[in-house]
Structure formats: structure tokens, C-alpha cells
């Protein structure tokens, strides 16, 4: 019965140690990528891009939105205002 323990928990540990080798580098490599996609440096581009494509849309004379959109984005603003005239 010793040796069924002591065998068991020398797979375990082997297992477990061949687990972080191998799986630990994947999921350190990718939670890099991750940070690096949301650092400070990375969302201060994107704002710019978002606020020289506002600016671009805005200037311009063509529509923005289809028809449809309009009407959506329009009843959305509708209910909205509604239910915020609702809660005074």
C-alpha cells in the first residue's frame, strides 16, 4: 500500500511539473499579448483614431447612417428620453 502512495504521488508531481512546463509558456505568452493590447500607450491610439474618424464624419457632407439606422438609433434616443423623463 506504501508503494501504491508513493508512486501516485510521484505521477502527481511529475504530472503537475509537466503541466507548468508546458502549458505555463502558452498562457504567459498570451497574457502578454493581452496586456500589450490594453496598455495605456494602445488606447490612447485608438481614442485618436475614434476621434479623427468623429472628426472626419462630421465634416463631411455624406450621411453617416442608412435609413434604417437612423430610424433605430431614433427610436432608441426616443425611449431613452422617455424613461428618463419617467424617473424625475
Given at each position: 500500500m506504501k508503494i501504491f502512495i508513493y508512486k501516485s504521488l510521484i505521477i502527481f508531481f511529475l504530472s503537475a511539473v509537466l503541466f507548468k512546463i508546458t502549458f505555463s509558456s502558452f498562457i504567459k505568452k498570451y497574457e502578454s499579448k493581452i496586456i500589450d493590447q490594453f496598455s495605456?500607450?494602445?488606447?490612447?491610439?485608438?481614442?485618436?483614431?475614434?476621434?479623427?474618424?468623429?472628426?472626419?464624419?462630421?465634416?463631411?457632407?455624406?450621411?453617416?447612417?442608412?435609413?434604417?439606422?437612423?430610424?433605430?438609433?431614433?427610436?432608441?434616443?426616443?425611449?431613452?428620453?422617455?424613461?428618463?423623463?419617467?424617473?424625475?
Open positions: 495605456q500607450k494602445n488606447i490612447s491610439i485608438v481614442q485618436e483614431k475614434i476621434r479623427d474618424e468623429i472628426r472626419d464624419s462630421v465634416s463631411s457632407d455624406k450621411k453617416i447612417f442608412k435609413k434604417e439606422d437612423s430610424l433605430l438609433i431614433k427610436k432608441l434616443i426616443d425611449k431613452i428620453s422617455k424613461e428618463l423623463r419617467e424617473t424625475d
